[in-house]
């Protein structure tokens, strides 16, 4: 009896400790541009099972997502925009220290076997396709996400590249308002169902949807680098970081960028994340899904652990800002 009293204590914490549940496991929360859901999500599938934990994931335009740092202060513990220049325009240095460049895109026209003219749709076509009479083009709102001012950016140039003065504000007339939707990945279904007859559109959503779409030329798609001065002709104005502050942006060729928040929740697993991102198996995960993953990303800013060594990217200046429809 005696043995047994002086165990007592030992079998009740035994079996508290047995009874006790098991601690909930850590919650990632990742904010990413629309374009990046689905290439986001498989590498986020991934290390979610190598690491034993759980995701959130909220897709929303890259500008919108910005402004939920800026204006709501929801913090997530990662952050992924279809346009890095996001970063150094919005939330750097008060939300975000440094990022880094890690895919590249394509912008695209993308339609069905069932869009209207679709036999005649070209590289050199397109523009006179869109506007004609009865054509639907679906494109995003250029204040919440990056695709829409990009395709602001494209018309510009198509403008002199075709030789068509007036083109731009031509095309601007022929895409009805009610046919812009927050981001670029909502026109998708849209366009599926035959609502649209185009929307405009990244290479890697319409290979990844697998919709057809013109491939535009390298002089009006904001893709090679080597056209970056070409590009940055074109210039954009819209929403800043908050009400009454306004952004420009300037033509230049797409690139993704990925950053820790100083403030991230769950920073050190946030860390974890964007480390296996840039990682010879991230990339191979992304590349999978359609997105050109960048070989050696790019670091800008301050230096993080979790950032690849490489050289800065440089900061392009504002220029004088256009309408924006």
């Not at 990945?185 to 929307?199: H, P, R, S, T």
Request: hydrophobic content about 45%; charged content about 20%; aromatic content about 8%.
């Amino acid at each position: 009896m005696r043995a047994l009293r002086s165990l007592s204590p030992f079998l009740v914490v035994l079996g508290l400790a047995c009874g006790r549940p098991a601690a909930e496991p850590e919650t990632l929360v990742v904010f990413n541009a629309g374009s990046l859901a689905r290439p986001l999500r498989a590498a986020l599938d991934t290390f979610a099972v190598r690491e034993g934990v759980v995701v959130a994931q909220e897709s929303a335009g890259s500008l919108e997502t910005a402004r939920k740092l800026t204006e709501l202060g929801k913090i997530p513990d990662v952050l992924a925009l279809a346009d890095a220049e996001v970063f150094p325009r919005y939330l750097m240095p008060a939300f975000v220290e440094g990022y880094a460049e890690f895919a590249r895109n394509r912008m695209v026209l993308a339609y069905t076997d069932r869009s209207r003219f679709a036999a005649e749709v070209g590289p050199d076509t397109w523009w006179q396709i869109l506007l004609r009479p009865g054509v639907e083009t679906g494109r995003s709102d250029p204040h919440l996400d990056p695709n829409g001012y990009r395709t602001l950016l494209v018309w510009q140039l198509a403008e002199r590249h075709y030789a068509q003065p007036g083109l731009a504000e031509r095309l601007a007339t022929a895409h009805a308002a009610r046919n812009v939707r927050p981001k670029e990945a909502d026109l998708v279904g849209l366009l599926q169902a035959g609502e649209l007859d185009y929307i405009w559109s990244y290479e890697s959503m319409a290979r990844a949807t697998g919709l057809r779409f013109v491939t535009l030329p390298r002089g009006i798609d904001l893709s090679p680098p080597d056209s970056a001065g070409w590009f940055g002709s074109a210039t954009v104005t819209v929403r800043g970081a908050r009400a009454g502050d306004s952004v420009t942006f300037r033509g230049a060729p797409i690139v993704y960028g990925v950053a820790v928040p100083r403030d991230a929740p769950h920073r050190a697993l946030g860390e974890r994340f964007v480390a296996f991102l840039l990682s010879t198996e991230g990339q191979a995960i992304l590349r999978h899904e359609a997105l050109d993953a960048i070989e050696t990303p790019l670091s800008v800013g301050a230096r993080q652990s979790w950032m690849p060594v490489a050289p800065p990217a440089v900061t392009q200046d504002s220029t004088v800002p256009v309408r924006v429809p």
